[in-house]
């Protein structure tokens, strides 16, 4: 399998979840489970087919790391709404997979068999699949987050006209997006586990505060902040969601910005996937 085939697994996996996304506004349950699926196992098949081309998981560049994370925001999708039922959902994961699919298609990078040692421990690929995951999961928590912001001042006004009923529906709106991010943070730390374990086997250590590995302590911070804060009796709902946009922000510089940055140039360890 080379990466010229790439663009007709990705048309057919994303006619598959609009089609899905489609029957979930229609309330057709069965068809968008159906349909999603089906796309999710196309997408897989291809990201399967690299595997064995490339001989190792198709984790190396940034590139690839994008095919996990546009298999995995559909994927996360479809377990969203089978959990509560979110007619947006399907339609927000379909269309944040199709914005990474174009980035790859448009902006291809190389997909080689040559991989460095570094990357040739059994941790590498399992480290690098649950970040994936955990970030798609925060992706949609972090969509959440910025719909209840724009529905504050609509829940305002229903506190004064129905107080019950406004504070039942914005309780069980932040108790669902507690549950995506104790999901999220629950993978990262597996993934943050995994991640020392490869280190310690390529590097000899188990953690070195690299620049990659700084910002990914700052991002789980970040988010253990929110979890902490939301405990809080006296917390402020608005307060929370702006820490948790925070979180996805300093996610997003942890996970591609970081290549970015001076101190990460010819000294991160973590920079190899040019």
């Avoid at 598959?16 to 196992?41: C, E, F, H, M």
Wanted: with cysteine; proline share 4%.
């Amino acid at each position: 399998m080379t990466w010229e085939y790439f663009i007709y697994f990705a048309i057919a996996a994303v006619l598959l979840w609009a089609v899905g996304a489609w029957a979930a506004w229609k309330d057709k349950t069965t068809l968008a489970y159906t349909s999603t699926i089906v796309g999710l196992a196309v997408f897989f098949a291809f990201i399967l087919a690299m595997w064995i081309s490339l001989e190792h998981p198709p984790l190396r560049t940034m590139g690839e790391t994008r095919l996990w994370y546009s298999f995995f925001l559909p994927l996360a999708g479809i377990i969203v709404y089978s959990r509560w039922k979110y007619k947006w959902i399907l339609s927000f994961s379909t269309v944040l997979a199709l914005v990474f699919i174009c980035v790859n298609l448009f902006k291809p990078e190389i997909h080689s068999k040559t991989l460095m040692p570094a990357l040739q421990s059994p941790w590498f690929a399992p480290h690098v699949i649950v970040y994936m995951f955990a970030y798609a999961v925060f992706g949609v928590a972090t969509l959440m987050a910025i719909l209840l912001l724009i529905k504050e001042k609509s829940l305002n006004s229903q506190l004064s006209a129905r107080p019950e009923g406004a504070l039942s529906s914005e309780r069980t709106l932040n108790s669902q997006l507690d549950d995506l991010v104790y999901v999220g943070l629950a993978f990262m730390t597996i993934g943050m586990l995994f991640g020392a374990l490869w280190a310690k086997e390529a590097w000899g250590h188990y953690w070195s505060w690299d620049p990659k590995e700084t910002w990914a302590a700052i991002t789980w911070f970040a988010y253990l902040v929110y979890v902490h804060y939301r405990q809080l009796p006296t917390h402020k709902p608005r307060l929370a969601l702006w820490i948790l946009l925070i979180s996805f922000v300093l996610l997003q510089m942890c996970w591609w910005g970081i290549n970015y940055l001076p101190s990460a140039q010819g000294s991160s360890v973590h920079v190899y996937g040019s």
